[in-house]
């Protein structure tokens, strides 16, 4: 009896520190709750760990689980049901596991009201699955079958920052502004490994990081980014890239600092701002570098002014190219700030 009083009051001395205020009876309730396939930790009560389980269903769900790991199995269904108490999860890992379109039941995500992240990886979704949560901040849908974005999604979803669908079947006419309509706070989308031939449409205002490595882009629309004023960081790796299919100011954008063109088909060092601060053209079909036609302000400019129009290049890669070294010297007379070439 005395052991075990001690052990609680350790236990209480721990929840009260780390569980987010979770009343005694409340921890009580959740541990007892606990589905016998899964470790609930009193040290952290608000979690439950259900992954690499080989389970084929979802267990039920204690009432105060906030935190559920259920990554690595073998569940084909998203039942209502087993989330009917858990009305406070906030983050769901249902990663690995044989979860179609079919599987996930009706409202099993719309009355998840609370759910900020969820993950959904590797699956077997051939279409984004709806309705979702209300309220989510992260969806992640990399590696499913998804072709298909139905109209209206997304539409009231005003708190998804990052929406990532990287390794699906997307092609070009499944990503456009009735598709994606109501993704008004969006800072991040993942269109990488798909089947795009084009730059997709109706991207919201606010996206900061636009990742589309792993494509069969050929060209880039004039006044592509035109809508787009928060553009930062930029992947187009392992495009079709080819010179003719950049407009010349398409990139001269002072908001972008990180642009990456990997292995793509470009033959000349695309014009770019001087805010620009990373610069990936390795792999391309690059035969020379001219430092006058690169440099974003004219370089006698830079000897009569201030620092202030100093170009911002500070790392460099052109490795994997056709360019005779050595490099240019007066390179680093337009790129002052740079620290790193990679040739
Ligand atoms: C929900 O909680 C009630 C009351 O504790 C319990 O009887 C029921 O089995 C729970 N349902 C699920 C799905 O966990
Ligand atoms: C790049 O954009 C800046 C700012 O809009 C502009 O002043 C500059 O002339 C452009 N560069 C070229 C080569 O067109
Ligand atoms: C670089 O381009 C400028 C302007 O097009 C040209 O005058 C110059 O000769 C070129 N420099 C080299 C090293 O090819």
Redesign the pocket.
Same mark, same amino acid.
Request: proline content about 12%; aromatic content about 0%.
């Given at each position: 009896m005395e052991s075990f009083l001690i052990a609680l009051a350790i236990l209480l001395l721990f929840v009260s520190v780390n569980s987010e205020e979770m009343s005694y009876e409340q921890l009580l309730s959740q541990l007892h /709750?606990c589905p016998k396939e899964c470790y609930c930790p009193p040290s952290f009560p608000t979690a439950v760990y259900c992954n690499n389980k080989a389970l084929k269903r979802i267990p039920?769900?204690p009432?105060f689980t906030l935190y559920l790991y259920l990554q690595n199995n073998l569940i084909d269904v998203l039942s209502a049901? /087993?989330f009917?108490?858990a009305t406070q999860l906030k983050w769901i890992n249902l990663n690995q596991n044989k979860i179609s379109n079919e599987g996930v039941e009706e409202n099993a995500l719309k009355s998840m009201s609370k759910i900020l992240h969820l993950y959904m990886d590797a699956n077997q979704l051939t279409s984004i699955p709806s309705p979702l949560p209300p309220n989510l901040e992260q969806l992640h849908l990399s590696r499913n079958q998804i072709s298909k974005i139905p109209a209206g999604v997304f539409s009231g979803k005003k708190n998804l920052l990052l929406l990532n669908l990287q390794g699906n079947k997307l092609q070009d006419d499944a990503v456009t502004e009735v598709t994606i309509k109501g993704l008004s706070t969006l800072v991040q989308i993942n269109l990488g490994k798909n089947q795009l031939n084009s730059m997709p449409k109706g991207l919201p205002p606010t996206i900061m990081q636009l990742y589309l490595d792993g494509n069969n882009i050929q060209k880039i629309p004039a006044g592509y980014f035109n809508g787009l004023p928060k553009m930062t960081f930029l992947r187009l790796n392992h495009n079709k890239l080819v010179n003719g299919g950049i407009p010349k100011n398409v990139f001269n954008l002072s908001s972008i600092l990180d642009l990456q063109l990997s292995y793509n088909q470009l033959t000349e060092v695309p014009l770019i701002s001087s805010a620009l601060e990373h610069l990936h053209l390795d792999h391309n079909k690059i035969k020379s570098v001219n430092s006058s036609n690169i440099c974003p302000v004219s370089i006698d400019h830079l000897d009569k002014y201030s620092d202030e129009i100093v170009p911002r290049l500070r790392y460099l890669r052109l490795d994997g190219n056709v360019i005779e070294p050595p490099i240019p010297r007066d390179l680093f007379n337009c790129f002052r700030h740079l620290s790193a070439v990679v040739i």
């Open positions: /709750a039920k769900i009432p049901d /087993a009917q108490n």
